[in-house]
């Protein structure tokens, strides 16, 4: 008899903890985010650069390959978050790019040890520039 009460009490333990967590995860809401990670950051941004009279351009392509004024930055992409990503050069210095907006970005140079603001350039505003 204890035993089939102990059965009876570790069943309905059981149904209760389901039908709380399922009750649980039904309520919480995941907003899928608009922009995907790597979307935030693709695109072409400008800047002006330590020792640079001119404005500086840095591309993101979808495939994480960086170019600064149509030249590859050599190097890897370690981690990267919704507002952040870490670019490792082949010098082993790190890029820290942190989103602070969709249209402005800043660059942390560990090289440098500066941290540099971009705007994001639309498309028609390279070619204007040109």
Known sequence: MAKKKHLQVILGLSMLAGITGSFFLK?????????STKSKFI???????????????LEISPKMEFFLNNLPIEGHLLKQSSSKLIFEDH?????????TSNDTLDLYDD????IYALQRVVANQIENES
């Open 111 to 114: 090289a440098e040890e500066k």
């Open 27 to 35: 309520n919480q809401k995941v907003q899928a985010p608009t922009l």
């Open 91 to 99: 010098y082993g210095y790190q890029l820290i790019f942190t989103l």
């Open 43 to 57: 695109g072409s941004w400008k800047g002006h650069f330590i020792n640079q009279s001119t404005e500086t351009i």
